[in-house]
Every structure is written in C-alpha cells, then in structure tokens.
C-alpha cells in the first residue's frame, strides 16, 4: 500500500539562519492510524543526528503521538479532509517540534492535570499532561490549534 | 497489534497485547474485556510484557476497563510493563490505582 504521507526534509552542512541544522516538514489527514507512521518519520529525522539516549527517543515519541491525536481527535475533529500539519526543527542546542491543526484552537490553561484522586478513574485528558512532563517546554500560539513542543539536547 | 486471551489452570482469563495500545485499537480491548466479563471471567489479568507502547487513550481504556471489572465484582491485574512503559503509569500515578506486577507469573500468584 502506498504511504499518504509526504515528508519534506531541508538539511544544511551549516546551520540556517536561526541555527536550524535540518527542517522535517510533514502534512498528515485527519486519521488515527496514521499517527504511528507519522511519528516514525518524523523521529527517525529528529535523530539522524543526534545519538540521543533511549529515554529521550521515548519522551520525544509519546509527545509526538498525544500532540498528533489530540490535533486529529479534538482539533479537526477526526475529519479527514483536515490536516494536521508537522514541523520539525532541529537545532545545535534542541528540537522544537510544531504541530498545527486546522480547528478552532482552545485554551491549554483550561486544561488541568488529571493526576488528583478524584481525577484517577477519569479516562481522558492525559495526553497534554504526558507532553507537558516529557518535553522540556510547551507553547501554544493564541487561538491554541498550534503547539510548539522543545527538547533539550543537554 | 493483536489481543491474545487464554484462560490459565488457575482460573485467571489473562489478555496479551501484542505491539501497542493507542487510540486506533482501545476499544477493541475494552470489547474483549467486556466479553470476557459477560461470559462470567471475573479474574482478569492483562500482559503488556510483548507491548511496545500505550498512548493517553490506551491508558484511559485501560482506567476504563478497571471500573468496569470492579463494578462487576471482579479482580484485574497487570503485567510486564517495561521501563518506558511503567515511566508512563507513574507519571500519571496510574500505578496507584491498579495492581501491577513484574510478570506474568508473579501476577497470576497475587490472585
């Protein structure tokens, strides 16, 4: 089966302007099962040149899968016509990973960490959570359909 | 990815999952929880010790599963979480909230 997914790749022997060493460009539609291809891709990229411990392949993956599902799930609603559009950067000192969907956005400060007793048995809202204490910063833009994850290389 | 349940002699119902527990296959555990429930199984253990990944959605199926097994009066156990994994039930202190063993085996003699 063909893959849908088209991966664009800019690397440069010097860094760009910005320190940008490599750009990982990706638009995906809105479909769940795209989400572990994507990732891979997008990974594999990520860490062409960075020998990164397991742990950090780890925290880089599962943040890059909850940002992607929460785009398809929540953002454009799981249609698929949407796209979801994913933007690496890859720096000297860090990654910084975007991801935009085409939704309305909301407000991240809403949402709570769902890690009291009384939020235990309650079966969503973790995936920001998990991206919030894996990467090293997260940032929305102001309508909140775009999120802008960073991982330290130190 | 795949659910493998087999009843062991000791009476415990206990479901393999193969590869990952993400947002594209949840339901289709919680379905064979819910068989295995409705067919009686009230021992329930399930191995992650050949799974590579669950995402937040798998984590609330399995938050889901739980309440269900005990509403229904019976008991759930997990199994063979590696590191990563184990990291993620921490971090969401998930691992207070359901019985995890090393494996397989040490799990089906908590029982």
């Known amino acids: ?154 | 990815m795949a659910f493998t349940a087999s009843r062991h002699p000791s009476g415990v119902l206990v479901v393999e999952v193969e590869g990952q527990l993400i947002v594209g296959n949840r339901q289709e555990l919680k379905a064979t929880i819910q068989q295995a429930l409705d067919h009686g199984e009230r021992k329930l253990l399930i191995d992650f010790a050949k799974t590579g990944y669950i995402d937040s959605s798998g984590l609330g199926a399995l938050v889901s599963i739980s309440k269900k097994v005990r509403e229904e009066g019976g008991d759930l156990r997990l199994s063979g979480l590696n590191e990563d994994l184990r990291s993620l039930f921490e971090l969401t202190k998930l691992d207070t909230l359901f019985a995890i063993s090393d494996d397989a085996a040490q799990a089906l003699a908590g029982f």
Request: glycine share 6%; proline share 8%.
């Open chain 1, 1 to 154: 089966m063909t893959s849908p997914l088209r991966l664009c790749v800019r690397r440069a022997d010097t860094p760009l302007p910005g320190g940008i060493c490599a750009e990982v460009a990706l638009r995906i539609p809105s479909d769940v099962a795209i989400i572990e291809e994507a990732v891979e891709l997008v990974a594999r990229h990520c860490f062409a040149t960075w020998d990164a411990p397991r742990r950090v392949h780890f925290r880089l993956r599962v943040a890059l899968t909850e940002a992607l599902a929460n785009a398809i799930l929540y953002g454009n609603g799981e249609v698929e016509a949407r796209m979801v559009e994913v933007r690496a950067e890859c720096r000297p000192d860090a990654v910084h990973v975007h991801v935009t969907d085409e939704g309305p956005g909301f407000d991240p400060a809403t949402v709570h960490d769902p890690v009291t007793p009384d939020d235990l048995e309650v079966p969503r809202g973790r995936g920001l959570f998990l991206i919030r204490n894996l990467m090293d910063d997260v940032r929305f833009n102001p309508p909140g359909n775009s999120i802008c994850m960073t991982l330290r290389r130190a």
